[in-house]
Each structure stands twice: as C-alpha cells, then as structure tokens.
C-alpha cells in the first residue's frame, strides 16, 4: 500500500495536507479545552451557594441540637433551627444543581467545538486521501509485476486522461498504441502514473515489453 506519491511535489502536498489536518485537530482540541475552562468558571457561584446553603445548614442543625436540650421546650426551640436547616439544604442542593448544569454545558460546548470542525475537514480530506491510496497502490501493483501490466494504464490514461494532455503526446501515440507499440504503451501507462504523482519502473526493470524492441542490424 502506498501512502505517499513518488515525485517531490506530489509528496509534499500530501506531508502538507496530512499535517495541516493534524495541526487542524489540535487547534480546535486547544480551542475546546480553553471555552471548557471558561465556561466552568461560571459554576462558581453556584459552588459559592451550595457552601453557604451548606454552612447554614449545619449551623442550624447545631442550634436545634443545642434548643432541643432545654427542659420542657426544647422541643418547640428546636422547630425554627429546623426549617432553616433544611431551606439551607435546599439552596445547597440548588447550588450543586446550577454547577452540574454548568458543567454539562461546558462538556457539550467542547465536544462540538471539536466534532463540528474536525469533522467538517476529515468529510473532505478522507476520501480525497483514501481514493489516491487505493488508486495509487493497483497502479504500483500493476506496474510492479514480474510482467508489468502497462497496458491497462495505458488504456485508464486513454479513457480519463485531459485532451491537453493526449495532445501533448507525440503525434502518432494513438495508433502505435493500438498496434501495440511499446513505446507508446509505455508513454500513454506514464501519463496516467503521471496524474497519480508515481513514476514507472524503469524499462530495463520491467519484463513486460514496456521497452523500446531491439533493432535490426
């Protein structure tokens, strides 16, 4: 499998490509991380109201303790203590509440700040990276055989390839290339290694007829 392309530039759009979205990834990682922090500096006023509602909770749960020890009316002392005990709790509990609210809307916050954006760019860079692997990996195994299927190539460039760039071939390429001549199968098999930023092995390498036959005399 082929991850990269064999000419420089080719390759250094791709480096550069895979790197921008790493750099990408991080940016908004970073980005969440510094809204998750700010967003939870909000919880501390409700953590302020949960310590108060707290104090005043076991103030108050003392003072009845202490009014419930007095003779005869202990009792009705320790009633009022009470009911502050427990509004204090409530406002405890409202505090904590208002920090777990806070809390989960700074996680959400984070996590689309990175799902929106990352996978925005990965939507476009995945298969524009994957294509080209798998495009590029048959086009090695084709031209890497012990007998180099340079034909098939040279019939993908006759198909797909841009008329500028037929035309840009040597006149005559078409019918040498249907009459079967090597030299033409192996112009027409570059121009589509070509396109994919790969080069061809070279001719002496290849066992397929892709070089030039020998001439007479």
Do not use: K
């Amino acid at each position: 499998m082929r991850l990269y392309a064999s000419r420089p530039d080719r390759r250094l759009g791709q480096v550069l490509a895979d790197v921008g979205l790493l750099a990408w990834i991080v940016l908004w990682v970073v980005v969440a991380r510094v809204v998750h922090g700010a967003v939870l500096v909000l919880a501390e006023p409700g953590q302020a109201v949960e310590d108060l509602g707290s104090s005043v909770a076991d103030s108050m749960g003392s003072a009845a303790s202490a009014a419930e020890d007095v003779p005869v009316v202990g009792d009705e002392l320790s009633a009022p203590f009470d009911a502050l005990g427990n509004a204090a709790g409530s406002v405890s509990g409202a505090g904590q509440a208002a920090q777990d609210a806070v809390g989960t809307l700074a996680t959400v916050l984070a996590v689309v700040l990175v799902v929106l954006p990352v996978g925005w760019l990965l939507a476009r860079w995945l298969p524009w990276r994957v294509g080209w692997v798998r495009e590029a990996s048959a086009a090695a195994r084709l031209a890497g055989r012990a007998e180099p299927d340079l034909e098939l190539l040279a019939a993908r460039a006759v198909a797909t390839a841009p008329l500028s760039r037929l035309a840009a071939l040597p006149p005559g390429t078409g019918a040498a290339w249907r009459a079967g001549d090597p030299a033409a199968v192996r112009a027409l098999a570059a121009l589509e290694a070509g396109r994919l930023g790969l080069r061809l092995p070279a001719p002496d390498a290849a066992g397929s007829g892709a070089s030039a036959p020998p001439r007479s005399g």
